[in-house]
Structures are given as C-alpha cells and as structure tokens.
C-alpha cells in the first residue's frame, strides 16, 4: 500500500497571490518548484492527494483540475475531506511539538507565507 502525502491547495500548490475570489476561480500560477516536487513523490511511489474546501463544490474541483490540467500537475486524488497520510503539507499550520507553552501567541499572531507577500 501506498504512503500518501496530502498537499493544501491554495497557497502550496497554487500561488495564491491574489487571495480568495471564489471556490471557481484559480486565477495564478503554481508555487514555484512544486510540480517537481510532486512529481518526485510520485516517482517515488507516494500517493499525493489534494484537499481543499474548493473540491466540496462541483463547479470549484473542476476549477482546480482544469488549472491542474493547464500546469500538467498530476497528483492521484482530490477531496474536500482530509485522509489518513504520512504528513499533510498546508500553508496555514502551525508543528505541534508537545509543548503548549506559546501556544496561543503561535495562534494569535499566525501568519501564513502569502501573507508576507
């Protein structure tokens, strides 16, 4: 059985630099270097699945397979509902490391990268 990996959409795999305008509408480019990086997990026989709240809707998981098409971006699934994996790769996350001090400062003050942009 494979390991899977599961990507965020918005803001690791597409840019996402002009923010949210609607679960139809990707309107930017991939974040640089990510179709390879992909594409090496594949090779190396991981599953790579998708999740984002866009795929809930018909109209938004044929947005993102049409722009996924565009980019030649092959990954094995695309859900609206996050499965079991090795590691989740997501934008808006903060490590858990067991520890909970500073916790609800890493929360309170969260950025994610676009934000830096």
């Known amino acids: 059985m494979k390991k899977t ?8 795999i597409h840019s996402y630099k002009s923010g949210w305008q ?5 309107s930017d480019e991939p974040v640089q ?15 790579v699945v998708i999740v984002s709240t866009r ?6 998981k ?4 049409e722009w996924l098409t565009k980019y030649n971006i092959v990954v094995d699934k695309i859900s609206d509902i996050k499965p079991p994996a090795l590691v989740y790769i997501d934008d ?3 490590t858990f490391d067991g520890k909970t001090e500073g916790l609800v ?9 676009t934000a830096a942009n």
């Open 55 to 60: 795929s809930a809707y018909p109209a938004g």
């Open 92 to 94: 808006r996350a903060i």
């Open 62 to 65: 044929l947005a993102m397979l």
């Open 22 to 26: 609607g679960y139809d509408i990707v």
């Open 5 to 12: 990996i599961v990507f965020d959409f918005d803001g690791v």
């Open 33 to 47: 270097g990510i179709k390879e990086v992909i594409d090496s997990l594949r090779n190396l026989d991981y599953e």
């Open 105 to 113: 400062d890493k929360i309170c003050n969260f950025k994610p990268w």
